[in-house]
């Protein structure tokens, strides 16, 4: 089983900028799409960007020109490079694969973007 470890989140006011990692534990990393996902309190859990193990990548509207999603297969890792964070971007984000069926989750990372 795939552990998944995410870090990089904190306190930003809005307008500022985070950057997130998720290291993979396990060789099946690289074949597989990766995506970020993220819960605000009260919702549920969203989507938020993708990317396939050859680099495409996708992206929820709500993020579109803000965030970028890229992978070091050789690191087993994936980022998530966040701009112009928005008080909305306010939620544990997590890293997992962008399938069906999901590893199991990592204690995810806290983003808060309040002024």
């Known amino acids: 089983q795939v552990q998944l470890v995410e870090s990089g989140g904190g306190l930003v006011q809005p307008g500022g900028s985070l950057r997130l990692s998720c290291a993979a534990s396990?060789?099946?990393?690289?074949?597989?799409?990766m995506g970020w996902y993220r819960q605000a309190p009260g919702k549920q859990r969203e989507l938020v960007a993708a990317i396939t193990s050859g680099g495409t990548t996708t992206y929820t509207d709500s993020v579109k020109g803000r965030f970028t999603i890229s992978r070091d297969n050789a690191k087993n890792t994936v980022y998530l490079q966040m701009n112009s964070l928005k008080p909305e971007d306010t939620a544990v984000y997590y890293c997992?694969?962008?399938?069906?069926?999901?590893?199991?989750w990592g204690q995810g990372t806290q983003v808060t973007v309040s002024s």
């Open positions: 396990g060789s099946i990393f690289s074949i597989n799409p």
């Open positions: 997992n694969r962008a399938t069906a069926t999901r590893w199991n």
